[in-house]
């Protein structure tokens, strides 16, 4: 019979632990560097500067508000068609857009089919 001798490996680092992580000496050098990326450009921006207060002009959130601030508002299958997403997908993206402080209001017209419209906007 034969037996195979396991080896547990160390938790620590190589050198009984005094291997430092380059970091772990100044924590806020972590920290600046997560708010600093770099584009694919080469350009560094900060993350406190590049938050947009609207979605970009062509994502599928922005086509989804476009359409939902319609006069007439925008169906689930229309936001689907539009954006490719799943129906949970989209709920939820009518949800943030609640939740980013727009009046996002259901509406059913007599054929008994579901409009969501953004109330109150221009």
């Keep these: 019979m034969t037996t195979m001798a396991t080896t547990r490996k160390s938790r620590t680092p190589r050198g009984g632990g ?5 970091h772990a000496a100044n924590p806020e050098a972590v920290v600046e560097a997560a708010r600093r990326r770099r584009s694919r450009d080469g350009t560094v921006t900060n993350a406190a500067t590049s ?3 609207s979605p970009r002009p062509t994502s599928k959130k ?3 508000e476009s359409l939902v601030r319609r006069e007439d508002g925008a169906t689930i299958p229309q936001l689907i068609h539009a954006t490719g997403w799943q129906e949970h997908s989209i709920r939820a993206a009518l949800t943030g857009l609640r939740k980013a402080g ?7 017209d007599q054929q008994g089919r579901t409009f969501y419209r953004i109330v109150g906007a221009s």
Excluded: G, K, P, S
Aim: hydrophobic content about 65%; glycine content about 0%; overall charge neutral.
């Design 18 to 22: 005094a291997t430092m992580n380059a």
């Design 51 to 53: 938050i947009e207060a």
């Design 62 to 64: 922005a086509a989804i």
């Design 102 to 108: 727009l009046a996002v209001a259901r509406e059913r």
